[in-house]
C-alpha cells in the first residue's frame, strides 16, 4: 500500500452481540450447554470501520445507537480503536440494536437479530455528515439500513465525488426470501464505484439461477453493464471473482483454518476499503482484504479477531515466498 493516511466514512448499521459458544447450534425445543459468553460491539458499520483504523485510516462511522447501556458500550469500543464517532447518532428512545449468536465447534454460527436503532437512521444524519463524507476518500456503505438513509449516503457521496464502495442489501424491515427483482434495487445502487456482494447476493440481484465459475463472471458483467464501475463477487473457499470493464478475474482464497465466520465479509471489507483509499488496484485490493478475512476467520470473536495492518502484510509476504 501507498504511504499515506486515508479517510474514510463507514455507514452501516451497528449491533452489541451476545455470543455464545457451544459445541452444537441448538435446533428448535432443544437445549444445548454452551462453553463460553461474551458481550461485544458487531455490526456492519463497527466491524468495517474499526477494520479500517487497524490498516491506518482515519475512519468516521455513521450510524445510529439507543439511549442504552449498550448504546455506550459501543462508544466506547469504537474509541478504543480510534474511530471517530461525531457521526454517531443516539435514538434515545429506542434500545441499541442486538445480535444473539451461537458459534458451534465446527465455526457455524446461527443468530437472531434485533434492529433497533438502526432502524431509525434518517436522511438527516446523513446530511449532517456531509462535510466529512465530502472530505473522504472512500465512502463504505453498507446494506440493512433504512434506504432512504442509504440513498442519502450514496447521493451525499456521489456529489462530492467521494469514491463509493457498496455491499448492498435488502433495506431493514424486508427480510423476504427469494429474487431481488430488478426494480426493487434503486436504480442509483448502480452509480457505485464498487460493488461487494458475496456469490448469492449477486446471483438473487441478477436472477441467476446458476453459480458456476463462468456464471459468476457473467453475474458480475450483468452489474457492470448496469453502470458499476468493478464489481467484487465473495466465494468463499474459491476465492473473489472482479469483473469491470478491462474483463474478469478469479483472485485465490489463503487456505487457512477455519474457526469462526463471524465478521469475516466486514472484515474483508474494512480491509479492502482500506487499500482502495491510497491505491486504485481493486485486484490488489481484493487480496488484501482476502489476507484481513483469512486472518479474521481464525480466531473467535469479531473485533477480537480482526487483524492489523502489519498482520495482514505478513500473511501475504508469506503467500509470495
Request: proline letters at 3%.
Amino acid at each position: 500500500m501507498a504511504v499515506g493516511i486515508a479517510k474514510i466514512v463507514v455507514v452501516g448499521p451497528s449491533y452489541v452481540d451476545i455470543t455464545v459458544k457451544s459445541d452444537s447450534i441448538p435446533a428448535a425445543g432443544q437445549s444445548v450447554i454452551g462453553s463460553s459468553l461474551f458481550f461485544s460491539v458487531n455490526g456492519q458499520g463497527p466491524v468495517q470501520a474499526i477494520q479500517a483504523a487497524l490498516c491506518g485510516c482515519e475512519v468516521y462511522l455513521v450510524s445510529k445507537l439507543g439511549g442504552d447501556p449498550s448504546g455506550i458500550m459501543a462508544k466506547e469500543t469504537l474509541a478504543e480503536y480510534k474511530v471517530k464517532t461525531d457521526f454517531v447518532c443516539t435514538a434515545s428512545a429506542k434500545n441499541t440494536g442486538s445480535c444473539v449468536t451461537v458459534v458451534d465447534s465446527a465455526g457455524k454460527n446461527a443468530s437472531l437479530i434485533y434492529d433497533g436503532a438502526n432502524g431509525a437512521l434518517l436522511p438527516q444524519d446523513i446530511d449532517s455528515a456531509e462535510e466529512i463524507i465530502s472530505s473522504a476518500d472512500i465512502c463504505l456503505l453498507g446494506g440493512h439500513l433504512p434506504q432512504d438513509a442509504a440513498l442519502a449516503a450514496l447521493r451525499c457521496a456521489k456529489l462530492h465525488n467521494t469514491k463509493v464502495i457498496l455491499n448492498p442489501a435488502r433495506p431493514l424491515g424486508d427480510r423476504r426470501s427469494g429474487p431481488w427483482r430488478e426494480n426493487e434495487l434503486p436504480f442509483e445502487y448502480f452509480s457505485a464505484d464498487i460493488m461487494i456482494l458475496n456469490l448469492y447476493e449477486a446471483a438473487d440481484i441478477t436472477e441467476h439461477t446458476s453459480v458456476g465459475v463462468r456464471d459468476v463472471k457473467l453475474i458480475g458483467s450483468d452489474l457492470v453493464s448496469r453502470g458499476v464501475g468493478s464489481v467484487v463477487i465473495t466465494m468463499g473457499r474459491r476465492g473473489c471473482m472482479v469483473v469491470d470493464r478491462a474483463g474478469a478475474d478469479q483472485i485465490a482464497a489463503f487456505e487457512v483454518e477455519l474457526v469462526n465466520r463471524a465478521g469475516i465479509g466486514s472484515a474483508f471489507a474494512g480491509a479492502f476499503a482500506a487499500y482502495c483509499a491510497v491505491e486504485s488496484d481493486v485486484r490488489a485490493a481484493v487480496k488484501f482484504g482476502s489476507a484481513a478475512a483469512a486472518l479474521a476467520c481464525m480466531k473467535f470473536g469479531t473485533i477480537e479477531a480482526l487483524p492489523s495492518k502489519a498482520d495482514i502484510i505478513e500473511l501475504l509476504q508469506r503467500e509470495e515466498n
